[in-house]
């Protein structure tokens, strides 16, 4: 996997809980914690995305069928 290295700078409280989940073993590192963190914030924006797009289309509260649906359009955008 091919990484970009960067500086960041963290609320006290942030770091503390990232430090903190590394050394309980959560995660393998402070950089592996914040790439899933930011990995969650994408995904997270993905579905916002298409969930808008399906109460756009249907006008209302998802049926089954949506949810499948979006549920197939969010698997596309995890594999990209």
Avoid: C, H, I, Y
Avoid at 18 to 25: I, K, M, T
Wanted: charged content about 30%.
């Amino acid at each position: 996997m091919t990484v970009t290295k960067v500086t960041v700078s963290l609320d006290p409280a942030v770091a503390q809980r990232a430090r903190r989940d590394v050394a309980e073993g959560k995660a393998k590192s402070l950089s592996a914690w914040l790439n899933d963190a930011g990995r969650a914030l994408v995904e997270g924006e993905d579905l916002a995305e298409v969930l808008a797009e399906l109460f756009d289309e249907t006008g209302g509260p998802l049926t089954d069928q949506e949810l499948a649906r979006a549920r197939q359009r969010l698997a596309l955008v995890k594999r990209q």
